[in-house]
């Protein structure tokens, strides 16, 4: 909108130049001279303030949530002089959003401007686009230059509220091994022996103590917890996010008490593929080779392991996958409790 103004601008000073030039040339007087000469002066001066050219400088930005950010930066002359232009016109580019500030720049040195708060896709980001629209003195003589705008923002998928993450907790007790959420591990006697000082008193074993007439304790042996493994199947783009989500919800949540093992199949960079680290939330995909994925998840599935996979209901899973009992899925039907307010 604002190169269409100044465009109009410069057909609108076009023509006044044309009938002076016009003018001059039919009444050849002083007057007309002067007026030729004084309007060419006014045309090279602004466009010789059009060609001023800006510099970005004291960018500052700040995540303010899970995937939003804000963007403060200065436009200024490069050797520090006023700038000579007009008005700039700045617009933030990411993805398929925009947010453009328009703001008076004649004889300023500094111009400062904050962007509203810009939405981010999941993933790495590294850099925005910045346009800047000038124009010159007078408004004409327009210029479009474009600036990256450095930044370094991983944007994981979104956490559930602290209350539908709790709902979660609570149902997923009932399906899951009672191992995996009990405070207590499961123990064997190691061995019987004499009550020692520095034993607490609870840890005597009063039927042994009574029978054998000596203070008794048992010393336990923990038997190695079962290794859990938690899947995300992103096979079919069908509720993705939403899924992908709670995946990475209930990873934040169980690796605060247990060893969890992640597991996340879909596309990687194009193929179909599976990775384990938190960071890989960022740069999955929908898988794009159903066939491929389902082949993947079936050779991940480890004996004597307990699995919970999450997978939206219409993506295709290995044969006998649902009657395996150390499989537990959950897919958005199940999780629909989680939508909503």
Do not use: C
């Given at each position: 909108?604002?190169?269409?103004?100044?465009?109009?601008r410069?057909?609108?000073?076009?023509?006044?130049?044309?009938?002076?030039?016009?003018?001059?040339?039919?009444?050849?007087?002083?007057?007309?001279w002067?007026l030729?000469?004084?309007?060419t002066?006014?045309?090279?001066?602004?466009?010789?303030?059009?060609?001023?050219?800006?510099?970005?400088?004291?960018?500052?930005?700040?995540?303010i949530?899970?995937?939003?950010?804000?963007?403060?930066?200065?436009?200024?002359?490069?050797?520090?002089?006023?700038?000579?232009?007009?008005?700039?016109?700045?617009?933030?580019?990411?993805?398929?959003?925009?947010?453009?500030?328009?703001?008076?720049?004649?004889?300023?040195?500094?111009?400062?401007?904050?962007?509203?708060?810009?939405?981010?896709?999941?993933?790495?980001?590294?850099?925005?686009?910045?346009?800047?629209?000038?124009?010159?003195?007078?408004g004409?003589?327009?210029?479009?230059?474009?600036?990256?705008?450095?930044?370094?923002?991983?944007?994981?998928?979104?956490?559930?509220?602290?209350?539908k993450?709790?709902?979660?907790?609570r149902?997923?007790?009932?399906?899951l091994?009672?191992?995996?959420?009990?405070?207590?591990h499961?123990f064997y006697?190691?061995?019987?022996?004499?009550?020692?000082?520095?034993?607490?008193?609870?840890?005597?074993?009063?039927?042994?103590?009574?029978?054998?007439?000596?203070?008794?304790?048992?010393?336990?042996?923990?038997?190695?917890?079962?290794?859990?493994?938690?899947?995300?199947?992103?096979?079919?783009?069908?509720?993705?996010?939403?899924l992908?989500?709670?995946?990475?919800?209930?990873?934040?949540?169980?690796?605060q008490?247990?060893?969890?093992?992640?597991?996340?199949?879909?596309?990687?960079?194009?193929?179909?593929?599976?990775?384990?680290?938190?960071?890989?939330?960022?740069?999955?995909?929908?898988?794009?080779?159903?066939?491929?994925?389902?082949?993947?998840?079936?050779?991940?599935?480890?004996?004597?392991?307990?699995?919970?996979?999450?997978?939206a209901?219409?993506?295709?899973?290995?044969s006998?996958?649902?009657?395996?009992?150390?499989?537990?899925?959950?897919?958005?039907?199940?999780?629909?409790?989680?939508?909503?307010?």
């Amino acid at each position: 909108m604002g190169l269409t103004r100044s465009v109009l601008r410069i057909i609108w000073y076009v023509f006044l130049y044309a009938l002076v030039i016009w003018y001059t040339l039919t009444f050849s007087t002083t007057v007309a001279w002067f007026l030729f000469y004084s309007f060419t002066l006014l045309l090279l001066i602004a466009y010789l303030s059009s060609r001023h050219t800006p510099v970005i400088s004291s960018i500052d930005w700040d995540k303010i949530n899970n995937n939003e950010i804000v963007v403060s930066l200065t436009v200024q002359s490069k050797r520090g002089f006023p700038l000579l232009l007009s008005s700039i016109d700045l617009t933030l580019f990411k993805d398929n959003q925009q947010h453009r500030l328009h703001r008076s720049s004649f004889l300023a040195r500094k111009v400062k401007a904050t962007f509203e708060p810009i939405e981010l896709s999941r993933g790495y980001h590294d850099h925005l686009t910045l346009t800047l629209d000038s124009s010159g003195l007078f408004g004409i003589f327009p210029r479009r230059l474009n600036y990256n705008i450095p930044i370094a923002v991983s944007i994981y998928p979104a956490v559930i509220q602290k209350s539908k993450r709790s709902e979660l907790m609570r149902k997923l007790t009932q399906t899951l091994t009672p191992v995996l959420y009990s405070p207590l591990h499961e123990f064997y006697v190691k061995e019987i022996r004499s009550y020692q000082d520095r034993d607490a008193i609870s840890s005597i074993d009063w039927k042994s103590s009574l029978r054998r007439g000596q203070w008794l304790v048992k010393d336990y042996d923990t038997l190695e917890e079962s290794p859990f493994d938690l899947f995300f199947y992103g096979a079919v783009p069908t509720e993705f996010e939403f899924l992908l989500s709670v995946t990475y919800t209930l990873y934040k949540e169980l690796t605060q008490s247990f060893k969890v093992n992640l597991h996340l199949v879909g596309d990687f960079d194009h193929n179909a593929d599976i990775k384990y680290t938190q960071k890989h939330f960022l740069t999955i995909q929908p898988a794009s080779n159903k066939e491929e994925a389902s082949h993947i998840l079936r050779r991940s599935l480890t004996v004597g392991r307990n699995h919970l996979i999450i997978m939206a209901s219409d993506a295709t899973t290995p044969s006998n996958l649902t009657e395996d009992p150390s499989v537990t899925v959950l897919d958005e039907h199940a999780l629909h409790f989680l939508k909503g307010g």
